[in-house]
């Protein structure tokens, strides 16, 4: 059984699904799901982004059920800036200077700064820093140079097995999008890259489950450069502590079943994977089709044989802005996959008469 905002068409083939749009005519919030869900009956309790942002609804959601995800207090502690530096600076991982609300004046004027939110995803609301006071909602992070990817990870607590590195993708005007908006991923990240700092990533995702108790598939942002002889390094950016967006991608590319991973590592069952094994080969994307002007879907049903999920119900009324679908792609290479992705988004686009930015 499921409960989100869109309630899409294709996920209905797939589960028992409920819509706060469509079933009880509500308004996208935590706190709307968690009114919603008291209309059903479960025993068990798997959660998505971004209620890693809300564990007092999680912890409600749960309501004395079985939690399959990280606890509450591990989402509190692995989502609170202060803690995480702390923990960062004792563990020796690079990451770029941030500052908390009271703390601006350390800013060196020097740097570009970015102005972001502790509870958000996909990039919403990151902006650059005008030198306005922090909001306790607030951090000021210097930016680093380089190429977002993902980490993926499955963990029981106490182990951890890296199930993948993808590179995000970000601001896409192909996709509608521009600035920090993240839109989508594609798998594997550069695999001379990936196999140069993969020991420190790996370490740095154990060191993160055993401190935070983290448990199921997680991942990690981080950000990737050359140092001036040309050695990659990384930096840490955020945890995401629930299953990412990425991780259809490590379905499609190496035939592993997400969901099974996480139901068993929560029972502390970590699958036998080596990544090392496997990042180079063909390459597999995934883009977020994001609307340029409002349109009103058309007939979707031929969308299901083709290579898109998150499929709209015809007549749907989709704003600017708002995401129409996601589309999916191969390539030999990274090009041809982008490419191949954003002919994707193309078709959509010509097939709701959405406008094409220049």
């Known amino acids: 059984m499921t409960l989100d905002f869109f309630g899409d068409r294709d996920q209905q083939d797939l589960s ?27 025993d068990a309790l798997v959660y998505t982004s971004n209620l890693e942002n809300h564990p007092g609804v999680v912890e409600a959601l749960a309501g004395g059920r079985v939690l399959l995800g990280n606890r509450p207090e591990s989402i509190r ?6 803690v995480l530096r702390r923990f960062c600076r004792e ?26 939110p ?17 909001k306790k909602n607030q951090v000021l992070q210097a930016c680093v140079t380089g190429t977002p ?63 935070f108790d983290l448990r199921g598939v997680n991942g990690i942002d981080i950000i990737v450069d050359d ?35 996480h139901i068993e590592a929560m029972a502390g069952r970590l699958p036998a994977f080596s990544l090392l094994n496997r990042i180079s080969g063909s390459y597999y994307g995934k883009g ?5 002007q409002d349109i009103t879907v058309p007939e979707t049903r031929a969308w299901l044989g083709k290579k898109r999920r998150d499929i709209p119900f015809p007549g749907d009324m989709i704003e600017a802005g708002q995401p129409v679908c996601t589309v ?15 002919e994707n988004a193309s078709a959509v686009r010509r097939e709701t008469g959405d406008k094409t930015e220049d």
Request: charged share 20%.
């Open 16 to 42: 028992e699904g409920y819509s706060l749009l469509r079933d009880f005519s509500m308004p996208f919030s935590p706190e709307g799901l968690l009114e919603a869900s008291k209309c059903l009956e479960f």
């Open 77 to 82: 502690q692995v989502r609170d800036w202060q």
């Open 91 to 116: 563990s020796l991982i690079s990451f770029p200077p941030t500052l908390l609300p009271g703390e601006e004046k350390e800013a060196d004027p020097s740097r570009r700064w970015l102005l972001k």
């Open 118 to 134: 502790t509870s958000s995803g996909g990039g919403h609301l990151i902006e650059q820093w005008d030198g306005r006071p922090l």
């Open 149 to 211: 990817a993902s980490v993926l990870f499955a963990a029981d607590g106490q182990r951890s097995v890296v199930l993948g590195l993808t590179e995000q993708l970000i601001g896409e005007n192909g996709f509608g999008v521009s600035g920090l908006r993240w839109c989508g991923n594609i798998l594997p990240f550069a695999p001379q890259k990936s196999a140069s700092i993969f020991a420190g990533v790996e370490r740095a995702v154990s060191l993160f489950t055993r401190r």
């Open 227 to 261: 140092n001036p002889d040309g050695a990659p390094i990384w930096y840490f950016l955020e945890v995401n502590p629930r299953y990412t967006a990425a991780m259809e991608l490590v379905e499609h590319a190496y035939c592993s079943n997400i969901f099974c991973i």
């Open 288 to 292: 977020i089709v994001f609307a340029n």
């Open 328 to 342: 999916f792609a191969q390539g030999d290479d990274k090009k041809s996959c982008l490419s191949n992705l954003l």
